[in-house]
């Protein structure tokens, strides 16, 4: 799992967060933010599977169309 994917999921479940520095979140006040980790762990991971779902279903979408694997790979690298 990569760090970007905890902390993007970190602000979604903590609306009050504002910023991140390490592990410790802060709200506006600078006051700290406890999160839970296994729930931030949780996010992170479904929300990966979404991208990897949605970017499947697109080229699915662009093969049925007839385009070959080479032209898709072209449109999406």
């Known amino acids: 799992m ?3 994917d905890l902390i993007s999921a970190i602000y979604k479940l903590n609306p009050t967060v504002v910023t991140i520095r390490g592990d410790i979140a802060y709200d506006a006040d600078g ?3 406890a999160y839970d980790l296994a729930a931030v762990t949780a996010q992170a991971e479904a929300d990966a599977q979404v ?3 949605t970017k499947a279903s697109a080229l ?3 093969a049925a ?3 070959t694997q080479d032209e898709v790979k ?3 690298g």
């Open 31 to 33: 006051n700290e933010v």
């Open 74 to 76: 072209a449109l999406v």
């Open 65 to 67: 169309l007839g385009l």
């Open 51 to 53: 991208a990897i779902d």
């Open 2 to 4: 990569i760090i970007i």
């Open 60 to 62: 699915a979408k662009l």
